[in-house]
């Protein structure tokens, strides 16, 4: 059983299609990266996915169930924008408020418990208004906790935080999946920081799904290159660009061969033609340049 399982999901609003035909599929225990340009739909999905607004058609089971299922609704856990805080309120007071909305039986202890887990315990007696961005996130992220859901839905958790406040959120998300039976689907457009935790991707453009892969399915997908630098930076390029047919140059003139070549190879055929490698390595593309690679390749 998945987590979550959308077919055909459509929703216009008025004249503009936000999603035409999604299609989605969230496994149990996974941290689920969305990733898309802006306007692409990743909100509108996980508004949808959370019955905030209601599709045009197309169908979203959770856990096996319809998405407005009362049960799974119970189970999930949600941030999509702000959360719904009162301004003059503390934070304990809003999280005890939120905590009694949604009937939990010991509220502060629960709110306690999720103020600790994105250690913001201290943060509990200040009142909202006077949090700044980055404790505001990690306010939301801990309502949304509230309750332990066993599928959490992040809008952009991670705007805003410090260094510090993304790892703290990576590790909350790894403990709430390894230890907690936990799903998470995240939207962000932090891809780095995305693929430290991500188990699977989701990659949306124009309200359609155009590719779905688990982290490991991406790591093979991600073609190595060789890296070098030599003084004479365009012909060594254009050498290059005899032999192999990809070659790039980044912005600090650092050289980049595709195609499987191996660095014994490239330097041994710079040198045949008098050019030295000054430095060399082998690297992997990450989820960040895959994404904008698959992206140019849709234009
Ligand atoms: N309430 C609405 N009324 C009209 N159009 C909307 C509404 N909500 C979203 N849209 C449109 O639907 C499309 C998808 O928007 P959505 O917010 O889902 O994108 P997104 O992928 O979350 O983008 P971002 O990365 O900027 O957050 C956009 O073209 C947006 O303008
Ligand atoms: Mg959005």
Request: aromatic content about 6%.
């Amino acid at each position: 059983m998945n987590a979550i399982e959308i077919r055909g999901l459509t929703k216009n609003f008025k004249e503009k299609q936000a999603l035409c035909g999604l299609e989605m599929t969230v496994p149990m225990g996974a941290i689920y990266g969305f990733i898309g340009e802006n306007g692409s739909g990743k909100s509108t999905t996980e508004k949808l996915i959370c019955g905030l607004i209601h599709p045009s058609s197309g169908s979203i089971r959770l856990f096996g169930k319809p998405h407005t299922d009362s049960d799974v609704r119970a189970k999930m856990g949600v941030l999509i924008e702000a959360p719904g805080c009162f301004p003059n309120y503390t934070v304990w007071n809003n999280m005890l408020l939120q905590a009694a909305n949604l009937g939990i039986k010991n509220p502060e202890e629960e709110v306690r418990k999720v103020l600790k887990l994105v250690r913001m315990e201290g943060a509990a007696g200040t009142k909202y208004k006077n949090c700044s961005l980055g404790m505001k996130q990690r306010i939301g992220i801990a309502m949304a906790l509230l309750g332990d859901p066993k599928l959490l839905v992040l809008d952009e958790p991670i705007n805003g935080l410090d260094v510090d406040g993304m790892r703290i959120i990576r590790e909350v998300l790894v403990d709430i999946t390894q230890n907690r039976g936990c799903t998470v689907l995240v939207s962000s457009h932090v891809l780095g920081e995305l693929e430290k935790v991500a188990t699977h991707y989701g990659i949306i453009r124009g309200g359609k799904m155009i590719r779905e892969m688990t982290a490991a399915e991406l790591e093979a997908d991600c073609r190595t290159y060789v890296a070098l630098q030599a003084r004479e930076t365009s012909r060594a390029k254009a050498l290059l660009s005899c032999k192999y047919s990809r070659v790039e140059e980044d912005e600090s003139g650092c050289l980049r061969v595709y195609d499987q070549a191996t660095p014994e190879e490239v330097v041994t055929y710079l040198y045949d033609n008098g050019i030295l490698v000054s430095q060399l390595q082998t690297a992997k593309i990450g989820l960040e340049e895959y994404y904008i690679d698959l992206m140019k390749e849709g234009r």
